[in-house]
Every structure is written in C-alpha cells, then in structure tokens.
C-alpha cells in the first residue's frame, strides 16, 4: 500500500556548489537522518537567482507530489534522527498550522531583522571558521510549536494545502524571500492557518548571515508590501 500524499516530504535545496560528489553527501544526510522515506530536489543556481523565484517555481510545478514541501539552506546539518517522521507528526497533531520552522519571530516591524525582536523562539547551532556556538532565540519548547509571524528561511516546512500565497517573486534578492513568504500568508485575509516554531527539530547550520547592501534593499520592498500591517504581534491578545 502506498503512503498518503500527506505523509510523503519533498526536500527541495538550492545550490551554487559545484563539486558534486559533496552534494551527493548532503543529500546522503537527508536521507539518513529522515526516519522516513523522502524525495529530494537539487535546484542548481550558478547564476545565483533569487530563491524566492527558484521556490516560486518549485511549488508551482507539476512535480512536486507531496503535500509536506521542505525548503532547506545546501549548508545544513540534522543532528537528531527522525527529523522526517517528527515533521508528519506535527502537521497531523496540529492542523491549525501550515508553516514550520526552527527559528522565528512572534513580532516583526521595518526593522525587519527577526532575531532582534523580544518575542523570538527556537535554537540553532552555528558553525563557522573551525568554531561552533548555539543560538539560542529561547529555550527549549516545552511544547510542538510556538505561534510566530516570520521564520528563517534555512528550514522551511509547509503544508501545501494549508497555505494560500507562494513564495513572493517580486522579491529578487537572497534575502527576505523567507519573510515575505510569511507575511503574505499570514496577512492573506482568506488564510486560516499559522506559522510555527519546533525545538524538537535540531539543525546546524554551517554558516553565519551578513546584512549587505542587499539585505537593506529587500528590507525596503518587504517594508513598502507589508509596512500598513505593522506592528505585528501574534502574541499580542493571547
């Protein structure tokens, strides 16, 4: 018997590296650490174009079968197994949510740097130059997930049939297709579903961010789509 749609995962990932045979390794990774049978999609981007296209395009193509789509950073490391099977849990026990991530924000505003707000949750280990610390927006949940309005983009868990906007286009940066994608989901008057964060997912990620000129750009077109919605607070009246 075949599984249902909504208990099958497709990992997409978008990578410049050209050296295959380290790509064969992170996908070896992802499939390792599942717990569950899943379908992988390597995107190659030489030419670097925004991931809010590349993912745009991803959801909007016949080739994704899946409901439970997995948007992941080619630079990520699972360190607990199971990470697949715990990700179906999550959508099943919580059907109110439709987006899942490891760290996020409850609150967002033209700052638009979702780490720097007060009501920030999840945790993630950071490597980089030989060195690794843990991030830790807050401590561990002590439950599945914690309603936020924006996530990080180096983990994303969807539900397909629980969001209402794709990944914004307009958006042509490497930056901020993450936040956008939240905020129009959750500003979409016809969407009924939230946006999560889990601490039972625990990833690395062997790289830090830099906020360039870039980052100030798209904070720009983010702030002019959404500006008439802020201050945002999920937490607010509860």
């Known amino acids: 018997m075949s599984k249902k749609v909504e208990e099958d995962i497709t990992v997409v990932f978008c990578t410049r590296e050209t050296d295959h045979e380290k790509m064969e390794g992170f996908m070896d990774m992802l499939q390792k650490t599942a717990g569950c049978e899943i379908t992988i999609s390597m995107v190659s981007n030489p030419d670097g174009v925004s991931l809010s296209q590349v993912y ?44 899942i991530g490891v760290a996020g924000s409850a609150q967002f505003d033209q700052n638009g740097a979702w780490w720097n707000y007060e009501k920030r949750f999840g945790q993630v280990l950071h490597r980089h130059d030989g ?6 927006f807050s401590p561990l949940l002590q439950y599945d997930l914690q309603e936020v309005a924006v996530i990080d983009g180096l983990f994303i868990a969807i539900n397909k049939t629980r969001v209402t906007q794709n990944f914004v286009k307009d958006i042509d940066s490497k930056h901020m297709y993450d936040i956008a994608f939240c905020l129009a989901n959750l500003t979409d008057k016809n969407n009924k579903y939230k946006i999560g964060v889990t601490t039972n997912i625990r990833i690395a990620h062997n790289s830090i961010g830099e906020l360039d000129e870039s980052w100030y750009k798209a904070r720009e077109q983010v702030n002019e789509m959404f500006g008439k919605f802020y201050p945002i607070d999920v937490m607010k009246d509860k």
């Open 56 to 99: 745009g395009d991803v959801l909007e193509s016949d080739y994704i079968q899946s409901d439970i789509v997995v948007f992941v950073h080619d630079d990520i490391e699972f360190l607990r197994d199971g990470w697949g099977t715990e990700l179906i849990r999550l959508f099943k026990e919580n059907k109110k949510y439709g987006i």
């Open 131 to 136: 060195k690794s610390w843990l991030s830790a």
